[in-house]
């Protein structure tokens, strides 16, 4: 019997596809990790909890590179390395986690989704010729953005969610210009290797300034629901969905492996809404979607644009 039942899964694995599993898997895990975030965020200093997040997340990646006996960055290398662990891990994650504090975690998934929207709007100001499906899919993109916050008119009231807004539109806006940075000076470093020290470097940031600042509190003040959320973080979001994005990224058509940039921020919506009863009103429904429509003919145009 427990054969037949087995016989029976790797049939069905093999009929999907490992790929079409991992990037599932990578479509709903990353955007649960909106959920975790929030859900630490409420007990503890937020940018403590970033950095011991990608502290033991980046050490893992370290150490399984070492016992591997991968070399180390040499040179320029380490410039590039040390330049996105601030752009990416230091003001992108850092600041993203930040601002669920402030706002629901349904809204920072879609604010997060902006990425491609604002590498449209740097490469236009840097005189870049664009073609006309991306400058409409920025109108569409930031129409549905519009539409989003007109359910929260009344929340812009308050400081603190003000607060949110700006980080996290600031979060996105480093991790767009991190990505031109990585397509511009892109090094033959193993990528792998590279994202873990870029986390071990950024956590090393980060605790240097709330030390300084004196935005931390101790360890064992930290309640045991905030150290799940990092446990969750760390292997779902770190290390374990990492690995099938890149597992997926290598063996599907890109037109396929995006698919997961539209799927996160229903994932967050929805499950902010079962589980902080987050408000999931008629405007973020229409505006996350026409933003999501956007994001498509902005991504679109990308790729033609390579071909």
Same mark, same amino acid.
């Given at each position: 019997?427990?054969?037949?039942?087995? &016989?029976? +899964?790797?049939?069905? @694995?093999? =009929?999907?596809?490992?790929?079409?599993?991992?990037?599932?898997?990578?479509?709903?895990?990353?955007? =649960?990790?909106? @959920?975790?975030?929030?859900?630490?965020?409420?007990?503890? $200093?937020?940018?403590?909890?970033?950095?011991?997040?990608?502290?033991?997340?980046?050490?893992?990646?370290?150490?399984?590179?070492?016992?591997? !006996?991968?070399?180390? $960055?040499?040179?320029?290398?380490?410039?590039?390395?040390?330049?996105?662990? /601030?752009?990416?891990?230091?003001?992108?994650?850092?600041?993203?986690?930040?601002?669920?504090?402030?706002?629901?975690?349904?809204?920072?998934?879609? %604010?997060?989704?902006?990425?491609?929207?604002? /590498?449209?709007?740097? *490469?236009? +100001?840097?005189?870049?010729?664009?073609?006309?499906?991306?400058?409409?899919?920025?109108?569409?993109? +930031?129409?549905?953005?519009?539409?989003?916050?007109?359910?929260?008119?009344?929340?812009?009231?308050?400081?603190?969610?003000?607060?949110?807004?700006?980080?996290?539109?600031?979060?996105?806006?480093?991790?767009?210009?991190? =990505?031109?940075?990585? !397509? !511009? !000076?892109?090094? #033959?470093? &193993?990528?792998?290797?590279?994202?873990?020290?870029?986390?071990?470097? #950024?956590?090393?940031?980060? +605790?240097?300034?709330?030390?300084?600042?004196?935005? #931390?509190?101790?360890? *064992?003040?930290?309640?045991?629901?905030?150290?799940?959320?990092?446990?969750?973080?760390?292997?779902?979001?770190?290390?374990?969905?990492?690995?099938?994005?890149?597992?997926?990224?290598?063996?599907?058509?890109?037109?396929?492996?995006?698919?997961?940039?539209?799927?996160?921020?229903?994932?967050?919506?929805?499950?902010? =809404?079962?589980?902080?009863?987050? *408000?999931? *009103?008629?405007?973020?429904? %229409?505006?996350?979607?026409?933003?999501?429509?956007?994001?498509?003919?902005? &991504?679109? #145009?990308?790729?033609?644009?390579?071909?």
């Amino acid at each position: 019997m427990r054969t037949r039942i087995k &016989n029976a +899964f790797l049939t069905r @694995i093999k =009929t999907i596809g490992l790929p079409i599993l991992a990037l599932c898997w990578v479509s709903f895990f990353w955007g =649960t990790t909106w @959920i975790a975030s929030k859900e630490g965020v409420k007990h503890m $200093p937020a940018l403590q909890l970033a950095a011991i997040r990608q502290f033991i997340g980046g050490f893992l990646y370290i150490a399984f590179f070492l016992w591997k !006996k991968t070399p180390w $960055p040499k040179g320029k290398q380490w410039k590039f390395i040390l330049i996105l662990s /601030v752009l990416n891990f230091v003001l992108s994650n850092g600041l993203s986690t930040w601002g669920v504090k402030y706002i629901s975690s349904g809204l920072g998934a879609i %604010i997060g989704a902006l990425v491609p929207l604002w /590498v449209v709007i740097i *490469s236009l +100001f840097r005189g870049e010729r664009l073609a006309r499906l991306a400058i409409i899919g920025l109108i569409v993109g +930031f129409s549905g953005i519009c539409v989003v916050f007109y359910d929260h008119l009344n929340d812009f009231l308050i400081s603190d969610f003000r607060f949110g807004i700006l980080i996290s539109i600031i979060a996105t806006l480093t991790w767009a210009f991190g =990505t031109l940075y990585t !397509k !511009k !000076k892109a090094t #033959s470093f &193993n990528p792998y290797f590279g994202l873990g020290l870029q986390m071990f470097i #950024s956590s090393i940031l980060l +605790f240097a300034f709330i030390g300084a600042t004196g935005t #931390s509190v101790s360890l *064992s003040a930290i309640p045991a629901v905030s150290w799940w959320a990092i446990g969750y973080l760390v292997l779902f979001g770190s290390v374990l969905t990492f690995i099938a994005f890149i597992y997926a990224l290598q063996r599907l058509p890109s037109e396929i492996s995006s698919i997961y940039a539209y799927v996160n921020p229903i994932v967050a919506v929805l499950l902010g =809404t079962i589980i902080f009863n987050e *408000s999931l *009103s008629p405007p973020i429904v %229409i505006g996350g979607s026409i933003t999501l429509i956007g994001l498509y003919m902005v &991504n679109q #145009s990308m790729r033609k644009s390579k071909r």
